[in-house]
Protein backbone atom coordinates (compact mmCIF):
# COMPACT_ATOMS: atom_id res chain seq x y z
CA UNK A 1 0.00 0.00 0.00
CA UNK A 2 1.67 3.20 -1.27
CA UNK A 3 1.45 6.06 0.73
CA UNK A 4 -1.11 7.82 -1.19
CA UNK A 5 -3.61 5.17 -0.84
CA UNK A 6 -3.05 5.47 3.25
CA UNK A 7 -3.64 9.47 3.13
CA UNK A 8 -6.90 8.76 0.76
CA UNK A 9 -10.29 8.36 2.99
CA UNK A 10 -11.78 5.35 2.86
CA UNK A 11 -14.67 7.42 1.24
CA UNK A 12 -12.90 8.58 -1.46
CA UNK A 13 -11.10 5.04 -2.06
CA UNK A 14 -14.43 3.09 -2.05
CA UNK A 15 -15.74 5.28 -5.06
CA UNK A 16 -18.78 6.01 -3.40
CA UNK A 17 -18.42 9.78 -3.17
CA UNK A 18 -20.52 10.73 -6.58
CA UNK A 19 -23.47 9.12 -4.99
CA UNK A 20 -23.24 11.87 -2.68
CA UNK A 21 -21.33 14.73 -4.83
CA UNK A 22 -23.09 14.46 -8.03
CA UNK A 23 -26.83 14.54 -6.34
CA UNK A 24 -25.08 17.96 -4.94
CA UNK A 25 -23.74 19.58 -8.46
CA UNK A 26 -27.42 18.59 -9.84
CA UNK A 27 -28.90 20.90 -7.41
CA UNK A 28 -27.04 23.52 -7.52
CA UNK A 29 -26.72 23.58 -11.44
CA UNK A 30 -30.47 23.33 -11.55
CA UNK A 31 -31.00 26.10 -9.44
CA UNK A 32 -28.50 27.94 -12.21
CA UNK A 33 -30.90 26.62 -14.59
CA UNK A 34 -34.12 27.78 -12.94
CA UNK A 35 -32.36 31.35 -12.60
CA UNK A 36 -31.63 31.44 -16.90
CA UNK A 37 -35.15 30.52 -17.32
CA UNK A 38 -36.43 33.52 -15.43
CA UNK A 39 -33.72 35.54 -16.76
CA UNK A 40 -34.55 34.72 -20.25
CA UNK A 41 -37.77 36.15 -19.89
CA UNK A 42 -36.97 39.11 -17.70
CA UNK A 43 -35.36 42.29 -18.70
CA UNK A 44 -33.94 43.15 -15.24
CA UNK A 45 -33.70 39.79 -13.32
CA UNK A 46 -32.69 39.79 -9.78
CA UNK A 47 -32.52 36.81 -6.81
CA UNK A 48 -35.70 38.51 -5.18
CA UNK A 49 -37.72 38.96 -8.39
CA UNK A 50 -37.28 35.37 -9.62
CA UNK A 51 -38.54 33.93 -5.46
CA UNK A 52 -41.18 36.44 -6.10
CA UNK A 53 -41.98 35.24 -9.87
CA UNK A 54 -41.86 31.40 -9.11
CA UNK A 55 -44.27 31.66 -6.04
CA UNK A 56 -47.25 31.69 -7.77
CA UNK A 57 -50.54 29.82 -7.53
CA UNK A 58 -50.88 27.85 -4.23
CA UNK A 59 -47.60 29.45 -3.10
CA UNK A 60 -49.83 32.16 -1.56
CA UNK A 61 -51.70 29.72 0.00
CA UNK A 62 -48.39 28.34 2.04
CA UNK A 63 -47.50 31.49 3.06
CA UNK A 64 -50.60 32.78 4.22
CA UNK A 65 -50.24 29.72 6.47
CA UNK A 66 -46.90 30.32 7.26
CA UNK A 67 -47.80 34.27 8.29
CA UNK A 68 -51.61 34.09 9.81
CA UNK A 69 -51.48 30.12 10.59
CA UNK A 70 -55.09 28.40 9.79
CA UNK A 71 -58.48 31.07 9.13
CA UNK A 72 -60.63 30.18 11.78
CA UNK A 73 -64.13 30.71 9.66
CA UNK A 74 -64.24 30.66 5.56
CA UNK A 75 -63.08 34.60 3.50
CA UNK A 76 -66.99 36.47 3.76
CA UNK A 77 -65.71 39.34 1.35
CA UNK A 78 -65.74 38.78 -2.52
CA UNK A 79 -63.13 36.97 -4.31
CA UNK A 80 -64.98 36.01 -7.39
CA UNK A 81 -66.59 33.08 -6.66
CA UNK A 82 -69.22 31.36 -5.63
CA UNK A 83 -68.08 30.30 -1.56
CA UNK A 84 -65.95 31.29 0.75
CA UNK A 85 -62.36 30.26 0.70
CA UNK A 86 -59.96 29.26 3.69
CA UNK A 87 -56.62 27.40 3.72
CA UNK A 88 -57.69 24.04 5.20
CA UNK A 89 -57.31 22.02 2.77
CA UNK A 90 -53.70 22.66 2.69
CA UNK A 91 -51.40 20.27 5.61
CA UNK A 92 -49.52 22.01 8.02
CA UNK A 93 -46.27 19.89 8.22
CA UNK A 94 -44.40 22.10 5.04
CA UNK A 95 -45.66 25.36 6.57
CA UNK A 96 -45.26 24.70 9.98
CA UNK A 97 -41.05 23.97 9.02
CA UNK A 98 -40.99 27.22 7.30
CA UNK A 99 -42.45 29.03 10.05
CA UNK A 100 -40.33 27.41 12.41
CA UNK A 101 -36.52 28.45 10.01
CA UNK A 102 -38.46 31.98 10.08
CA UNK A 103 -38.35 32.33 13.31
CA UNK A 104 -34.51 32.00 12.88
CA UNK A 105 -34.03 34.20 9.79
CA UNK A 106 -35.08 36.86 8.97
CA UNK A 107 -36.54 36.48 5.26
CA UNK A 108 -40.06 36.04 3.33
CA UNK A 109 -41.77 32.59 3.08
CA UNK A 110 -41.12 32.66 -0.38
CA UNK A 111 -37.34 32.95 -0.20
CA UNK A 112 -36.97 30.42 2.79
CA UNK A 113 -39.15 28.10 0.67
CA UNK A 114 -36.28 28.97 -2.51
CA UNK A 115 -33.81 27.51 -0.01
CA UNK A 116 -35.17 25.13 2.08
CA UNK A 117 -36.91 23.19 -0.90
CA UNK A 118 -34.35 22.04 -3.47
CA UNK A 119 -32.50 20.93 0.00
CA UNK A 120 -35.15 18.51 1.03
CA UNK A 121 -35.43 17.59 -2.93
CA UNK A 122 -31.59 17.17 -2.62
CA UNK A 123 -32.30 14.69 0.71
CA UNK A 124 -35.24 13.11 -1.18
CA UNK A 125 -32.33 12.46 -4.18
CA UNK A 126 -29.49 11.66 -1.72
CA UNK A 127 -32.28 9.20 0.43
CA UNK A 128 -33.51 7.00 -2.42
CA UNK A 129 -29.62 5.53 -3.51
CA UNK A 130 -30.59 2.14 -1.13
CA UNK A 131 -33.73 2.56 -3.62
CA UNK A 132 -31.77 1.42 -6.30
CA UNK A 133 -30.22 -1.26 -4.93
CA UNK A 134 -26.75 -0.22 -6.88
CA UNK A 135 -28.11 0.95 -10.23
CA UNK A 136 -25.91 4.23 -10.26
CA UNK A 137 -27.22 5.11 -13.66
CA UNK A 138 -30.96 5.10 -12.74
CA UNK A 139 -30.33 6.57 -9.26
CA UNK A 140 -28.01 9.52 -11.37
CA UNK A 141 -31.16 9.83 -13.67
CA UNK A 142 -33.48 10.11 -10.64
CA UNK A 143 -31.37 12.52 -8.94
CA UNK A 144 -31.93 14.81 -12.31
CA UNK A 145 -35.56 13.93 -12.86
CA UNK A 146 -35.73 15.87 -9.26
CA UNK A 147 -32.73 18.45 -9.28
CA UNK A 148 -32.48 19.49 -13.10
CA UNK A 149 -35.79 18.07 -14.66
CA UNK A 150 -39.08 18.56 -16.08
CA UNK A 151 -40.77 19.17 -12.79
CA UNK A 152 -37.86 20.88 -10.40
CA UNK A 153 -39.64 23.72 -10.48
CA UNK A 154 -42.09 22.36 -8.33
CA UNK A 155 -39.46 20.95 -5.60
CA UNK A 156 -37.75 24.24 -5.46
CA UNK A 157 -40.25 26.32 -4.26
CA UNK A 158 -42.54 27.03 -1.69
CA UNK A 159 -44.86 24.21 -2.03
CA UNK A 160 -45.22 20.69 0.04
CA UNK A 161 -44.20 18.75 -2.85
CA UNK A 162 -40.36 18.69 -1.71
CA UNK A 163 -41.02 17.60 1.60
CA UNK A 164 -43.89 14.78 0.34
CA UNK A 165 -40.74 13.67 -1.49
CA UNK A 166 -38.36 13.23 1.15
CA UNK A 167 -40.52 11.69 3.63
CA UNK A 168 -41.66 9.22 0.69
CA UNK A 169 -38.57 7.75 0.44
CA UNK A 170 -36.73 6.86 3.54
CA UNK A 171 -40.53 5.56 4.29
CA UNK A 172 -40.03 2.87 1.31
CA UNK A 173 -36.76 2.43 2.35
CA UNK A 174 -37.92 1.89 6.00
CA UNK A 175 -41.16 -0.79 4.38
CA UNK A 176 -37.98 -2.21 2.51
CA UNK A 177 -36.68 -2.85 5.74
CA UNK A 178 -39.37 -4.33 7.23
CA UNK A 179 -38.88 -1.56 9.91
CA UNK A 180 -42.82 -1.21 10.51
CA UNK A 181 -42.38 1.28 13.26
CA UNK A 182 -40.19 3.41 11.22
CA UNK A 183 -42.04 3.17 8.02
CA UNK A 184 -44.98 4.40 10.61
CA UNK A 185 -43.62 7.02 11.84
CA UNK A 186 -42.47 8.15 8.65
CA UNK A 187 -45.85 7.61 7.17
CA UNK A 188 -47.19 9.78 10.35
CA UNK A 189 -45.28 12.66 8.72
CA UNK A 190 -46.19 12.37 5.40
CA UNK A 191 -50.40 12.09 6.28
CA UNK A 192 -49.28 15.68 7.85
CA UNK A 193 -47.33 17.11 4.30
CA UNK A 194 -50.43 15.91 2.27
CA UNK A 195 -53.92 14.74 1.61
CA UNK A 196 -52.48 11.37 -0.04
CA UNK A 197 -50.15 10.80 2.16
CA UNK A 198 -52.82 9.05 4.69
CA UNK A 199 -52.56 6.70 2.10
CA UNK A 200 -49.14 5.03 2.78
CA UNK A 201 -50.82 2.64 5.37
CA UNK A 202 -52.11 0.97 2.87
CA UNK A 203 -48.45 0.18 1.73
CA UNK A 204 -47.42 -1.05 5.12
CA UNK A 205 -50.55 -3.43 5.11
CA UNK A 206 -49.13 -5.07 1.78
CA UNK A 207 -46.09 -5.06 3.13
CA UNK A 208 -47.42 -7.18 5.89
CA UNK A 209 -49.80 -8.88 4.11
CA UNK A 210 -46.51 -9.89 2.03
CA UNK A 211 -44.43 -10.98 5.10
CA UNK A 212 -46.97 -13.15 6.87
CA UNK A 213 -49.14 -14.36 4.05
CA UNK A 214 -51.99 -16.39 5.15
CA UNK A 215 -50.88 -15.66 8.94
CA UNK A 216 -51.28 -12.43 8.62
CA UNK A 217 -54.67 -12.70 10.72
CA UNK A 218 -53.44 -15.40 13.16
CA UNK A 219 -50.03 -13.24 13.29
CA UNK A 220 -51.12 -9.73 13.88
CA UNK A 221 -51.90 -10.57 17.94
CA UNK A 222 -47.95 -11.46 18.49
CA UNK A 223 -46.74 -8.34 16.13
CA UNK A 224 -47.04 -5.07 18.11
CA UNK A 225 -44.71 -3.68 15.59
CA UNK A 226 -47.02 -3.76 12.70
CA UNK A 227 -49.89 -2.55 14.58
CA UNK A 228 -47.88 0.12 15.75
CA UNK A 229 -46.60 1.15 11.76
CA UNK A 230 -50.40 0.33 11.34
CA UNK A 231 -51.57 2.88 13.44
CA UNK A 232 -48.67 5.32 13.92
CA UNK A 233 -48.89 5.91 9.20
CA UNK A 234 -52.77 8.01 9.97
CA UNK A 235 -51.40 10.34 13.04
CA UNK A 236 -50.37 12.95 11.31
CA UNK A 237 -53.96 13.57 9.55
CA UNK A 238 -55.78 12.70 12.82
CA UNK A 239 -53.54 15.33 14.80
CA UNK A 240 -54.22 18.01 11.97
CA UNK A 241 -58.22 16.95 12.31
CA UNK A 242 -57.96 17.82 15.95
CA UNK A 243 -56.21 20.69 15.42
CA UNK A 244 -58.89 21.90 12.89
CA UNK A 245 -61.54 21.22 15.15
CA UNK A 246 -60.08 23.56 18.12
CA UNK A 247 -59.41 26.73 15.16
CA UNK A 248 -62.31 25.73 13.67
CA UNK A 249 -64.86 23.40 15.00
CA UNK A 250 -65.15 21.33 11.93
CA UNK A 251 -62.37 18.06 12.23
CA UNK A 252 -62.97 17.52 8.12
CA UNK A 253 -62.74 21.73 7.34
CA UNK A 254 -59.64 20.39 5.12
CA UNK A 255 -61.79 18.41 2.91
CA UNK A 256 -64.94 20.43 3.00
CA UNK A 257 -63.44 23.67 2.03
CA UNK A 258 -63.06 21.90 -1.08
CA UNK A 259 -66.42 23.34 -1.98
CA UNK A 260 -64.90 26.59 -2.66
CA UNK A 261 -62.82 25.60 -5.13
CA UNK A 262 -66.14 24.07 -7.19
CA UNK A 263 -64.64 20.64 -6.12
CA UNK A 264 -66.98 17.73 -6.01
CA UNK A 265 -66.23 13.74 -5.70
CA UNK A 266 -66.54 12.65 -9.65
CA UNK A 267 -66.03 8.88 -10.67
CA UNK A 268 -62.19 8.99 -11.87
CA UNK A 269 -62.88 7.05 -14.82
CA UNK A 270 -64.90 9.38 -15.77
CA UNK A 271 -63.27 12.27 -15.27
CA UNK A 272 -60.37 10.89 -16.97
CA UNK A 273 -62.36 9.93 -20.26
CA UNK A 274 -64.40 13.30 -19.91
CA UNK A 275 -60.68 14.97 -19.96
CA UNK A 276 -59.33 13.33 -22.57
CA UNK A 277 -62.26 13.19 -24.89
CA UNK A 278 -63.66 16.99 -24.50
CA UNK A 279 -60.76 19.99 -24.19
CA UNK A 280 -63.45 22.24 -23.69
CA UNK A 281 -64.64 23.37 -20.01
CA UNK A 282 -63.52 24.34 -16.82
CA UNK A 283 -59.68 22.59 -16.21
CA UNK A 284 -57.43 24.22 -18.77
CA UNK A 285 -55.18 21.68 -21.28
CA UNK A 286 -57.84 18.82 -19.52
CA UNK A 287 -55.94 16.24 -22.25
CA UNK A 288 -52.77 16.81 -21.27
CA UNK A 289 -53.69 16.12 -17.87
CA UNK A 290 -55.23 13.17 -18.40
CA UNK A 291 -52.79 11.80 -20.46
CA UNK A 292 -50.56 12.11 -17.53
CA UNK A 293 -52.59 10.72 -14.97
CA UNK A 294 -52.33 8.12 -17.36
CA UNK A 295 -48.94 7.81 -17.81
CA UNK A 296 -49.23 7.82 -13.95
CA UNK A 297 -51.20 4.42 -13.54
CA UNK A 298 -49.20 2.86 -16.33
CA UNK A 299 -46.31 3.12 -14.09
CA UNK A 300 -47.51 2.04 -11.11
CA UNK A 301 -48.80 -1.08 -13.44
CA UNK A 302 -44.85 -1.30 -13.87
CA UNK A 303 -44.61 -0.80 -10.07
CA UNK A 304 -46.63 -3.39 -9.81
CA UNK A 305 -44.96 -5.73 -12.61
CA UNK A 306 -41.83 -5.61 -10.44
CA UNK A 307 -43.34 -7.13 -7.84
CA UNK A 308 -43.57 -3.86 -6.06
CA UNK A 309 -46.84 -4.18 -4.47
CA UNK A 310 -46.57 -1.57 -1.85
CA UNK A 311 -45.26 1.25 -3.84
CA UNK A 312 -47.36 0.38 -6.22
CA UNK A 313 -50.91 0.42 -4.25
CA UNK A 314 -49.70 3.97 -2.56
CA UNK A 315 -49.51 5.52 -5.84
CA UNK A 316 -52.36 3.84 -7.60
CA UNK A 317 -54.26 5.09 -4.26
CA UNK A 318 -53.06 8.29 -4.41
CA UNK A 319 -53.73 9.38 -7.98
CA UNK A 320 -57.19 7.39 -7.72
CA UNK A 321 -57.96 9.64 -5.13
CA UNK A 322 -56.72 12.72 -6.63
CA UNK A 323 -58.59 12.04 -9.56
CA UNK A 324 -61.57 12.13 -7.67
CA UNK A 325 -61.74 15.58 -7.62
CA UNK A 326 -61.09 15.37 -11.88
CA UNK A 327 -57.52 15.86 -13.69
CA UNK A 328 -56.46 19.41 -12.22
CA UNK A 329 -53.11 19.46 -10.89
CA UNK A 330 -52.59 15.92 -11.50
CA UNK A 331 -49.48 16.44 -13.89
CA UNK A 332 -47.80 17.86 -10.28
CA UNK A 333 -49.44 15.18 -8.33
CA UNK A 334 -47.89 12.32 -10.84
CA UNK A 335 -44.57 14.07 -10.82
CA UNK A 336 -44.13 14.04 -6.85
CA UNK A 337 -44.73 10.55 -6.07
CA UNK A 338 -40.95 9.11 -6.07
CA UNK A 339 -41.44 5.72 -6.74
CA UNK A 340 -43.48 6.53 -10.13
CA UNK A 341 -40.15 8.77 -10.95
CA UNK A 342 -37.77 5.97 -9.44
CA UNK A 343 -39.37 3.39 -11.50
CA UNK A 344 -39.80 5.60 -14.79
CA UNK A 345 -35.92 6.12 -14.30
CA UNK A 346 -34.91 2.77 -14.02
CA UNK A 347 -36.83 2.18 -16.90
CA UNK A 348 -34.56 4.83 -18.98
CA UNK A 349 -31.72 4.05 -17.65
CA UNK A 350 -31.48 0.67 -19.00
CA UNK A 351 -29.73 1.10 -22.38
CA UNK A 352 -26.83 3.71 -22.01
CA UNK A 353 -27.91 5.85 -25.14
CA UNK A 354 -31.72 6.04 -23.75
CA UNK A 355 -30.06 7.27 -20.32
CA UNK A 356 -27.97 10.51 -22.21
CA UNK A 357 -31.26 10.96 -23.84
CA UNK A 358 -33.67 11.16 -21.15
CA UNK A 359 -30.83 13.36 -19.63
CA UNK A 360 -30.78 16.41 -22.37
CA UNK A 361 -34.67 15.75 -22.52
CA UNK A 362 -35.21 16.10 -18.54
CA UNK A 363 -32.54 19.17 -18.60
CA UNK A 364 -34.22 20.97 -21.44
CA UNK A 365 -37.89 20.38 -20.26
CA UNK A 366 -36.53 21.81 -16.69
CA UNK A 367 -35.91 25.39 -18.53
CA UNK A 368 -38.92 24.73 -20.72
CA UNK A 369 -41.31 24.07 -18.15
CA UNK A 370 -40.09 26.96 -15.86
CA UNK A 371 -40.69 29.74 -18.33
CA UNK A 372 -44.58 27.94 -18.92
CA UNK A 373 -44.83 28.55 -14.60
CA UNK A 374 -43.38 31.78 -14.61
CA UNK A 375 -46.39 32.19 -17.36
CA UNK A 376 -48.86 29.95 -15.33
CA UNK A 377 -49.62 27.78 -17.69
CA UNK A 378 -52.55 25.99 -16.65
CA UNK A 379 -51.69 22.02 -17.11
CA UNK A 380 -48.45 22.95 -14.58
CA UNK A 381 -50.70 23.92 -12.04
CA UNK B 1 -36.57 -10.90 16.69
CA UNK B 2 -39.87 -11.16 18.72
CA UNK B 3 -41.35 -7.68 19.03
CA UNK B 4 -40.99 -6.60 22.12
CA UNK B 5 -44.89 -6.91 23.68
CA UNK B 6 -44.18 -3.38 25.33
CA UNK B 7 -44.92 -1.92 22.15
CA UNK B 8 -48.85 -2.56 22.95
CA UNK B 9 -48.77 0.43 25.57
CA UNK B 10 -48.14 2.77 22.53
CA UNK B 11 -50.73 1.14 20.82
CA UNK B 12 -53.09 1.68 23.24
CA UNK B 13 -52.45 5.53 23.29
CA UNK B 14 -52.14 5.90 19.81
CA UNK B 15 -55.35 4.29 19.14
CA UNK B 16 -57.32 6.14 21.92
CA UNK B 17 -55.67 9.50 20.28
CA UNK B 18 -57.10 8.71 16.74
CA UNK B 19 -60.52 7.51 17.72
CA UNK B 20 -61.20 10.89 20.22
CA UNK B 21 -59.91 12.61 16.74
CA UNK B 22 -62.50 10.48 14.50
CA UNK B 23 -65.20 11.03 17.20
CA UNK B 24 -64.56 14.82 16.78
CA UNK B 25 -65.97 14.50 12.86
CA UNK B 26 -69.27 13.31 14.49
CA UNK B 27 -69.76 16.34 16.43
CA UNK B 28 -68.98 19.82 14.61
CA UNK B 29 -69.16 23.17 16.64
CA UNK B 30 -69.89 25.47 13.34
CA UNK B 31 -72.55 28.14 12.44
CA UNK B 32 -75.56 27.52 10.72
CA UNK B 33 -74.55 28.47 7.21
CA UNK B 34 -71.03 27.24 7.20
CA UNK B 35 -72.91 24.15 8.32
CA UNK B 36 -75.55 24.18 5.31
CA UNK B 37 -72.95 25.02 2.98
CA UNK B 38 -69.76 22.85 3.17
CA UNK B 39 -71.31 19.83 5.61
CA UNK B 40 -74.82 19.10 4.53
CA UNK B 41 -74.75 20.86 1.10
CA UNK B 42 -78.08 22.16 1.86
CA UNK B 43 -77.77 25.68 0.41
CA UNK B 44 -75.63 27.19 -2.18
CA UNK B 45 -75.44 30.27 -0.89
CA UNK B 46 -72.55 31.32 1.13
CA UNK B 47 -72.96 34.81 2.04
CA UNK B 48 -70.58 37.25 1.16
CA UNK B 49 -70.68 40.04 3.48
CA UNK B 50 -70.62 43.61 2.06
CA UNK B 51 -71.47 47.13 2.23
CA UNK B 52 -73.41 47.00 -1.40
CA UNK B 53 -73.08 50.86 -1.97
CA UNK B 54 -74.76 51.42 -5.09
CA UNK B 55 -75.49 54.60 -7.31
CA UNK B 56 -79.02 54.59 -9.07
CA UNK B 57 -78.60 54.52 -12.67
CA UNK B 58 -75.20 52.67 -12.40
CA UNK B 59 -74.60 49.75 -15.25
CA UNK B 60 -73.37 46.66 -13.72
CA UNK B 61 -71.27 44.58 -15.47
CA UNK B 62 -70.96 40.50 -14.85
CA UNK B 63 -68.60 40.40 -17.83
CA UNK B 64 -64.99 39.67 -16.63
CA UNK B 65 -62.54 42.09 -17.27
CA UNK B 66 -65.14 44.86 -17.89
CA UNK B 67 -65.79 47.94 -15.24
CA UNK B 68 -68.39 48.23 -12.54
CA UNK B 69 -68.08 44.51 -12.12
CA UNK B 70 -70.94 43.60 -9.87
CA UNK B 71 -69.37 42.09 -6.80
CA UNK B 72 -69.73 44.90 -4.51
CA UNK B 73 -73.35 44.15 -4.39
CA UNK B 74 -73.12 40.40 -5.01
CA UNK B 75 -74.42 37.94 -1.91
CA UNK B 76 -74.43 34.67 -3.27
CA UNK B 77 -75.49 32.38 -6.11
CA UNK B 78 -73.24 33.34 -8.78
CA UNK B 79 -69.91 31.75 -10.66
CA UNK B 80 -66.99 33.03 -11.57
CA UNK B 81 -67.29 35.86 -14.20
CA UNK B 82 -66.07 35.00 -17.96
CA UNK B 83 -65.90 36.45 -21.26
CA UNK B 84 -69.39 35.98 -21.47
CA UNK B 85 -70.60 36.81 -18.36
CA UNK B 86 -71.43 34.82 -15.22
CA UNK B 87 -73.73 32.07 -14.74
CA UNK B 88 -75.86 31.59 -11.50
CA UNK B 89 -74.76 29.28 -9.86
CA UNK B 90 -77.69 27.26 -7.38
CA UNK B 91 -81.12 27.21 -7.45
CA UNK B 92 -81.16 30.90 -6.59
CA UNK B 93 -79.00 34.25 -6.59
CA UNK B 94 -79.12 37.20 -4.33
CA UNK B 95 -78.02 40.81 -4.69
CA UNK B 96 -77.81 43.93 -2.63
CA UNK B 97 -77.94 47.43 -3.30
CA UNK B 98 -77.87 50.17 -0.74
CA UNK B 99 -78.75 53.78 -1.55
CA UNK B 100 -79.98 56.90 -1.11
CA UNK B 101 -83.89 56.56 -0.54
CA UNK B 102 -85.68 57.48 -3.74
CA UNK B 103 -89.57 59.01 -3.75
CA UNK B 104 -90.09 56.98 -6.65
CA UNK B 105 -90.55 53.42 -8.01
CA UNK B 106 -87.37 51.97 -9.48
CA UNK B 107 -86.77 49.76 -12.46
CA UNK B 108 -84.56 46.90 -12.88
CA UNK B 109 -83.11 45.82 -16.19
CA UNK B 110 -81.00 43.13 -16.70
CA UNK B 111 -79.74 41.50 -19.38
CA UNK B 112 -79.05 37.91 -19.53
CA UNK B 113 -78.52 34.52 -21.37
CA UNK B 114 -79.95 31.19 -20.53
CA UNK B 115 -79.39 27.70 -20.46
CA UNK B 116 -81.92 26.72 -22.85
CA UNK B 117 -81.91 24.37 -25.92
CA UNK B 118 -84.78 22.40 -27.86
CA UNK B 119 -85.49 20.32 -25.15
CA UNK B 120 -85.79 22.90 -22.50
CA UNK B 121 -86.76 25.81 -24.38
CA UNK B 122 -86.95 28.78 -21.57
CA UNK B 123 -85.44 29.55 -18.44
CA UNK B 124 -88.13 30.90 -15.85
CA UNK B 125 -86.42 33.46 -13.34
CA UNK B 126 -88.80 34.95 -10.14
CA UNK B 127 -87.65 38.02 -8.87
CA UNK B 128 -88.17 39.20 -5.98
CA UNK B 129 -87.14 42.47 -3.62
CA UNK B 130 -86.65 42.53 -0.16
CA UNK B 131 -88.67 39.01 0.17
CA UNK B 132 -91.69 40.44 -1.86
CA UNK B 133 -92.33 38.19 -5.17
CA UNK B 134 -92.76 40.75 -8.27
CA UNK B 135 -92.69 38.90 -11.32
CA UNK B 136 -91.59 35.77 -12.98
CA UNK B 137 -89.69 36.50 -16.43
CA UNK B 138 -89.01 33.99 -18.91
CA UNK B 139 -85.41 33.66 -20.84
CA UNK B 140 -85.65 31.71 -24.13
CA UNK B 141 -82.44 32.14 -25.67
CA UNK B 142 -78.66 31.51 -25.06
CA UNK B 143 -77.73 34.99 -26.08
CA UNK B 144 -78.29 38.64 -24.14
CA UNK B 145 -82.17 39.93 -23.94
CA UNK B 146 -83.16 42.69 -21.76
CA UNK B 147 -85.89 42.26 -19.17
CA UNK B 148 -87.15 44.91 -16.92
CA UNK B 149 -89.03 44.46 -13.67
CA UNK B 150 -90.54 47.77 -11.94
CA UNK B 151 -89.51 47.96 -8.13
CA UNK B 152 -92.89 49.67 -6.33
CA UNK B 153 -92.29 52.96 -4.41
CA UNK B 154 -92.72 51.82 -0.90
CA UNK B 155 -89.93 48.91 -1.53
CA UNK B 156 -87.03 51.48 -3.16
CA UNK B 157 -87.85 53.75 -0.21
CA UNK B 158 -86.17 51.74 1.60
CA UNK B 159 -82.99 52.56 0.62
CA UNK B 160 -81.82 49.09 0.50
CA UNK B 161 -82.59 46.60 -1.35
CA UNK B 162 -82.40 42.39 -1.65
CA UNK B 163 -83.03 41.18 -5.13
CA UNK B 164 -83.23 37.50 -5.47
CA UNK B 165 -83.58 35.58 -8.31
CA UNK B 166 -85.10 31.82 -8.31
CA UNK B 167 -84.65 29.57 -11.05
CA UNK B 168 -87.41 27.06 -11.07
CA UNK B 169 -85.66 25.79 -14.30
CA UNK B 170 -82.46 25.91 -13.40
CA UNK B 171 -80.10 22.71 -14.77
CA UNK B 172 -76.83 21.20 -14.21
CA UNK B 173 -74.23 22.38 -15.51
CA UNK B 174 -72.71 19.19 -16.63
CA UNK B 175 -75.11 19.48 -19.78
CA UNK B 176 -72.86 22.30 -21.11
CA UNK B 177 -69.94 19.98 -21.28
CA UNK B 178 -68.43 17.11 -19.24
CA UNK B 179 -65.97 19.02 -17.80
CA UNK B 180 -67.88 21.95 -16.24
CA UNK B 181 -68.91 21.80 -13.21
CA UNK B 182 -72.28 20.54 -12.10
CA UNK B 183 -73.95 22.57 -9.81
CA UNK B 184 -77.11 24.02 -11.24
CA UNK B 185 -77.70 27.21 -13.54
CA UNK B 186 -80.04 29.12 -15.31
CA UNK B 187 -79.25 32.20 -16.75
CA UNK B 188 -75.59 34.06 -17.28
CA UNK B 189 -75.89 37.64 -16.70
CA UNK B 190 -74.57 40.01 -19.04
CA UNK B 191 -74.82 43.53 -17.51
CA UNK B 192 -77.53 44.93 -14.83
CA UNK B 193 -79.44 48.28 -14.05
CA UNK B 194 -81.03 49.77 -11.06
CA UNK B 195 -82.68 52.96 -12.46
CA UNK B 196 -85.46 55.64 -11.74
CA UNK B 197 -88.20 55.18 -14.33
Redesign the interface.
Known amino acids: MTSDAIATPAFIQSNRWPIFVVPAVLAIAGELLRYLAYASINAQPSPQGFVDAMCVWDCYWFRDIVTHGYQAYPETLNFGGPAGIANWAFFPLYPLLIAAIGKLVAASPAAIGAVVSPLLTLGAALASWPLFRGDRRAYYLFAVFLLIGPFSFYFSILYSESLFLLLTVPAFVALGRRNYIAAGATGALLAATRTVGVLFVFAILAEAIIELRKRFIGELPRRPDIVLGLLLAPLGLFAFMVWLYLVTGDALAFAHIQRAWDREIVNPATALWAALTSPAGQTRDAPLLAVSSVAGLLLCGVLAWKRQFPAALFCALCLVLALTNGVESMLRFVAALAPLGIVLCQLLARWRWLFWLSLIVFIALDFEWTIGWLHQQGALM | M????A??L??AL??A??L???G??LR???DAP?RA???D?TS?C?????EAAYTLGTALSFVEGKPNLF??N?I??????NAKGTWS??AYSLLRFKFPAPAAPLRLTISAGAMVDAGHPAQRVAVSANGQPLVTLSFASTEPEAKTVDIPAPLAASGSLDIRFDYPDARSGREL???????LRAIRMVSLTLANT
Open positions: RPNPLWPVVSFEFAALIPSVYYFIKDWPHQTFPKCGWFYPYGGPNEDSH
